[in-house]
C-alpha cells in the first residue's frame, strides 16, 4: 500500500535562506508525485508532478523537488525563502499505475518564514 | 478558464442533521474527487467520481455519500451530522485526456462546523 511521510510538521527558516521539505514515499509501483502547497482559509495549488519523466522536477514560484528511487524520496527544496513562501506544503503519492483522483497525502509541514 | 467552484463556502448544521455540499468542477473535466481535512486525520480521500459512477472510495461510513450529474457538477451529502464531521471538504477535478497526468485541482473548500 502507498503511505507517504513528511518528516517535521513545522520548519522554520529566514528570509533569503534554502528551504527544505522532506517527504518520503512507500509504494509498491512506480509512483506518481506531487507536492501542493495551501495557504489559509484556501485550497490546494499544485506546486510540481514527478510522472516519471525526469527526476528533477521544477514548479511554480521556484520550487523544485528531486525523485530519489533508492531513498523513496521526493524533497521540495527553494534556494531563498520569501516571506510569501509561508504556507502548509503537502507531499502526494498517486494511488495505482495509472492516474487517479485518489491521492494519499502526507500529513503536512508548515513553512514559517522569518524576516 | 474558470477553477472548481465549491458551494457554499462556509455552513453550521447541529448535530442529526444533514447536509449537501456542490462542486463544479473545471469546464472539460469529468472526474471529481472529494477530500475531508481534519487537524488531526489531515487529507483523506472520501470518493471519485468519472461520467456520474462512483469509481473509487475511502474508508468513511456510509453516512457520507455523493453523485455526479451528467454535466460532471458533484455534490456530496452527509447524514445525521456529527461533532467530528466538522471539517474542510476539498473537492478536486481533473481531466482524464489521455497522456494526462492526472494532478487534482482543488476548489477553496467548504468549511462545515457541526455544533
Known amino acids: 500500500a502507498q503511505s507517504v511521510t513528511q518528516l517535521g510538521s513545522h520548519v522554520s527558516v529566514s528570509e533569503g535562506a534554502l528551504v527544505l521539505l522532506r517527504c518520503n514515499y512507500s509504494?509498491?509501483?512506480?509512483?506518481?508525485l506531487f507536492w501542493y502547497v495551501q495557504y489559509p482559509n484556501q485550497g490546494l495549488q499544485l506546486l510540481l508532478k514527478?510522472?516519471?519523466?525526469?527526476?528533477l522536477v521544477k514548479g511554480i514560484n521556484g520550487f523544485e523537488a528531486e525523485f530519489k528511487k533508492s531513498e523513496t524520496s521526493f524533497h521540495l527544496t527553494k534556494p531563498s525563502a520569501h516571506m510569501s513562501d509561508a504556507a502548509e506544503y503537502f507531499c502526494?503519492?498517486?494511488?495505482?499505475?495509472?492516474?487517479?483522483?485518489?491521492?494519499?497525502f502526507g500529513q503536512g509541514t508548515t513553512l514559517q518564514v522569518k524576516p | 478558464k474558470a477553477g472548481v467552484t465549491q458551494t457554499p463556502r462556509y455552513l453550521i448544521k447541529t448535530r442529526g442533521q444533514q447536509v449537501t455540499l456542490s462542486c463544479s468542477p473545471i469546464?472539460?473535466?469529468?472526474?471529481v474527487s472529494w477530500y475531508q481535512q481534519t487537524p488531526g486525520q489531515g487529507l483523506q480521500f472520501l470518493f471519485e467520481?468519472?461520467?456520474?459512477?462512483?469509481?473509487n472510495k475511502g474508508n468513511f461510513p456510509g453516512r457520507f455519500s455523493g453523485r455526479q450529474f451528467s454535466n460532471s457538477r458533484s455534490e456530496m451529502n452527509v447524514s445525521t451530522l456529527e461533532l467530528g464531521d466538522s471539517a474542510l471538504y476539498l473537492c478536486?477535478?481533473?481531466?482524464?485526456?489521455?497522456?494526462?497526468?492526472?494532478?487534482?485541482?482543488f476548489g477553496e473548500g467548504s468549511r462545515l462546523t457541526v455544533l
Open positions: 467520481y468519472f461520467s456520474e459512477t462512483q469509481r
Open positions: 502526494a503519492v498517486s494511488v495505482g499505475l495509472s492516474n487517479t483522483g485518489k491521492l494519499i
Open positions: 509504494s509498491s509501483v512506480p509512483p506518481y
Open positions: 478536486a477535478s481533473r481531466s482524464r485526456d489521455r497522456g494526462n497526468t492526472g494532478e487534482l485541482f
Open positions: 514527478y510522472t516519471s519523466a525526469a527526476t
Open positions: 469546464s472539460g473535466h469529468r472526474s
